[in-house]
């Protein structure tokens, strides 16, 4: 099992740039694939950003493409999500996932552990 835990989240104005950390205990990090996700109040928790676990494969939201950079430091035991040229929209609480299925995953229920999210807010 892995414990994860969100951090970085904040009010950012339209434009602006935060990273998210996502810190991880438990068993061997680098063995999973990881994820982030996104959930607007009153909306469905959507996919963000994958990483798989050497961190060499990436795959974006198109909604996110250009803008967000996810990655990992293995060593660390530590997942980022470099987000810039922020807009209103992206405005949510923000989970990073691990799942135990290999390979890039853009479906929530393919992941099994889950943080407790972080709240990003960009004003207009």
């Known amino acids: 099992q892995v414990q994860l835990v969100e951090s970085g989240g904040g009010l950012v104005q339209a434009g602006g740039s935060l990273r998210l950390s996502c810190a991880a205990s438990g068993r061997t990090f680098s063995r999973y694939p990881m994820g982030w996700f996104r959930q607007a109040p009153g909306k469905e928790r959507n996919f963000v950003a994958a990483i798989t676990q050497s961190g060499v494969g990436t795959y974006y939201a198109d909604s996110v493409k250009g803008r967000f950079t996810i990655s990992r430091d293995n060593a660390r035991n530590t997942l980022y999500l470099q987000m810039n040229s922020l807009k209103p929209e992206d405005t949510a609480l923000y989970y990073c996932?691990?799942?135990?299925?290999?390979?890039?995953?853009?479906?929530?229920?393919?992941?099994?552990?889950w943080g407790q999210g972080t709240q990003v807010t960009v004003s207009s």
């Open positions: 996932a691990a799942t135990s299925t290999l390979g890039i995953k853009t479906g929530s229920d393919a992941y099994d552990y």
